[in-house]
């Protein structure tokens, strides 16, 4: 599905993106290593973490690179499913916790009165 919104990862795009800016995707590149490395959490959760976060910032490419990459580090499918229902709470959740300012406003059209 997504193969008919948003292009292909290739080799020619990443390279683009390189030699565009190279200084900014050399940073970018050791950065998001030194972030999915093994540290106080382990590279599993990490990127259990980024499966879940992908699903709510809606990036498919983020979506399938590490999805992928759970699955190399040793996420089953059912962790990976797991955490996407965490996200989808979470993305729930905010939206009702907002719903604190629709009250908000509410009273203080009343207010105004």
Same mark, same amino acid.
């Given at each position: 599905?997504?193969?008919?919104?948003?292009?292909?990862?290739?080799?020619?795009?990443?390279?683009?993106?390189?030699?565009?800016?190279?200084?900014?995707?050399?940073?970018?590149?050791?950065?998001?290593?030194?972030?999915?490395?093994? *540290? @106080?959490? %382990?590279?599993?959760?990490?990127?259990? !973490?980024? #499966? +879940?976060?992908?699903?709510?910032?809606?990036?498919? $490419?983020?979506?399938?690179?590490?999805?992928?990459?759970?699955?190399?580090? *040793? @996420?089953? %499918?059912?962790?990976?499913?797991?955490? !996407?229902? #965490? +996200?989808?709470?979470?993305?729930?959740?905010?939206? $009702?916790?907002?719903?604190?300012?629709?009250?908000?406003?509410?009273?203080?059209?009343?207010?105004?009165?």
């Amino acid at each position: 599905m997504s193969h008919d919104i948003y292009p292909h990862a290739t080799r020619e795009l990443i390279q683009q993106r390189r030699q565009l800016a190279p200084d900014t995707e050399a940073a970018f590149q050791a950065f998001s290593q030194k972030v999915f490395a093994e *540290g @106080a959490l %382990p590279a599993k959760i990490k990127q259990l !973490i980024a #499966v +879940a976060v992908a699903h709510t910032t809606q990036c498919p $490419y983020c979506i399938r690179g590490h999805t992928k990459a759970a699955r190399r580090a *040793g @996420a089953t %499918p059912q962790e990976l499913m797991e955490a !996407i229902w #965490v +996200a989808a709470e979470m993305k729930a959740g905010s939206a $009702y916790a907002h719903a604190s300012l629709m009250l908000d406003t509410l009273a203080e059209e009343q207010e105004a009165k």
